[in-house]
């Protein structure tokens, strides 16, 4: 049938089709136009493993020397390193810290794959299991430093003042939180300053405490080749305050 007497709804079909085949051109046209990015493999050399705890407690202040600089240099987090720690771990800290989606270790300390083993709860309270998992990463994979990672503005510390200060009760299993940061609470009434930000700092201190307890870890730091260490974040700054 000649063209001129298609039916009308034909003749628009057939005008869109042109209309997205030229779309289709120009498109290629455009995308044929951009260089893809070239990758560059790194060429860093590999990082010496850490057995000595002072070492690793130096690797964690410069990296969060770099965050807070803003020059991070995210080491360890080629595509080449994930095929090396898929083949075996030797991280050189274990951090202990808070839930709070603020704070994650790896991002403040400037550290990549396999570099860190990250156990966190809600103000970084302690039970069996994470006293296990410490244990298993001190023990086992024989990481030298522990860190106990507190932070400015700890919501499970505030809720626990807000619960003691008032009648209420917390509900479920966060009873279990509040009963273990109550001490430390306790005893920040008789510092001078600011509640919340004592409570904090000692809730560090007496999780450090009591995982000074552990027959497994109490071993390894007579021994010398473990650590505990605590320090304190800032949201605001980004900076870890070592204690």
């Known amino acids: 049938m000649p063209i001129d007497r298609l039916p009308r709804r034909d003749l628009l079909r057939l005008a869109g089709l042109g209309i997205l085949s030229a779309g ?37 202040r410069e990296g969060n020397q770099r965050f ?22 030797q991280p050189f800290a274990t951090i202990l810290g808070c839930v709070d989606s603020r704070v994650p270790p790896e991002l403040i300390f400037d550290r990549g794959l396999g570099d860190l083993f990250v156990i966190r709860t809600a103000g970084h309270t302690l039970d069996r299991a994470v006293t296990g998992s410490i244990e298993f990463g001190a023990a086992e994979l024989k990481i030298p430093l522990i860190l106990v990672l507190g932070h400015e503005r700890c919501g499970a510390v505030k809720a626990t003042i807000e619960l003691l200060e008032g009648s209420g009760e917390a509900p479920g299993d966060i009873a279990m939180l509040v009963e273990a940061i109550t001490p430390a609470v306790e005893a920040a009434h008789a510092r001078p300053g600011d509640l919340l930000d004592n409570a904090i700092e000692i809730n560090v201190t007496r999780t450090i405490a009591t995982l000074r307890t552990s027959s497994v870890l109490a071993e390894l730091i007579a021994q010398g080749k473990a650590k505990i260490a605590g320090a304190v974040y800032d949201l605001d700054t980004g900076a870890v305050r070592f204690l």
């Open 68 to 89: 807070v600089a803003d020059k991070e240099g995210h080491p360890n987090s080629s595509p080449s390193r994930r095929t090396t720690v898929a083949a075996g771990q």
């Open 24 to 60: 289709l051109t120009a498109c290629s046209s455009s995308a044929s136009m951009v260089t893809p990015p070239t990758l560059v493999p790194s060429t860093a050399s590999p990082e010496p493993v850490v057995t000595d705890p002072n070492e690793a407690l130096s690797r964690l």
